[in-house]
């Protein structure tokens, strides 16, 4: 049973480009959420995707976007690139299940990105 | 506003000893709590859940953590540390189902042979 796959692993860019990163969520799993990882940080939230639609957004601004197709996996596209965009960009699927207890989240190994 | 606050951004124990890693969380409403655990070069693992059920909630590893509603942690334990156990360890809460998770910054955890 494979898990959360992510492409590319390593990429560098330089600033103004625009880069597109990919998840494949785990088999079942119907829901993606991408975070931000900084050097020495914890992940932060970028936005979370089910049924194709953007449900739920942090606090990044309109450069970054993000798609879902028919079969679940997920892009997350990134414009206008800043060195403060480096970091490691970590896709999570999970079951958007309706009974009770948490949404636990599986990880990918993540896509690091470089911005120079 | 909802957040974590991992105590000690690193943690250094011999092989042997006992694990603490702490973690206090604010919350308006009851959280759902985890620890996750990354090694190098990789993604998070889930090590342990509290969804409200025992408030000492066993994962894998050996690992378990105790939530304090009175002191809003959720404290990450294991008796006897080994070499395996280095890595990075976050602890993360959630405040409903499908939520997004507000994580910490995360404890470096280093085993001395």
């Known amino acids: 049973d494979a898990g959360v796959t992510q492409s590319p692993t390593h990429l560098i860019k330089t600033r103004g480009q625009q880069v597109t990163l990919r998840c494949s969520p785990k088999s079942g799993h119907d829901t993606v959420s991408w975070y931000q990882q900084a050097l020495g940080q914890g992940p932060q939230f970028i936005f979370q995707y089910y049924e194709e639609e953007e449900r739920q957004r942090g606090n990044f601004p309109d450069r970054f976007s993000g798609h879902q197709f028919p079969n679940y996996s997920s892009e997350l596209n990134v414009n206008a690139l800043l060195l403060g965009d480096s970091a490691l960009y970590l896709c999570?699927?999970?079951?958007?299940?309706?009974?009770?207890?948490?949404?636990?989240?599986?990880f990918g190994a993540g896509s690091r990105l470089t911005v120079l | 506003a909802q957040s974590v606050t991992q105590l000690g951004s690193h943690v250094s124990v011999s092989e042997g000893a006992l694990v603490l890693l702490r973690c206090n969380y604010s919350s308006s409403v009851p959280p759902y709590l985890f620890w996750y655990v990354q090694y190098p070069n990789q993604g998070l693992q889930l090590l342990l859940k509290y969804t409200s059920a025992a408030t000492l909630v066993k994962g894998i590893n050996g690992f378990e953590a105790e939530f304090k509603k009175s002191e809003t942690s959720f404290h990450l334990t294991k008796p006897s540390a080994h070499m395996s156990d280095a890595a990075e360890y976050f602890c993360a809460v959630s405040l409903y189902n499908f939520n997004k998770f507000y994580f910490g910054s995360g404890t470096k955890l280093n085993v001395k042979p």
């Open positions: 999570a699927s999970s079951l958007r299940s309706r009974a009770r207890g948490a949404n636990v989240l599986t």
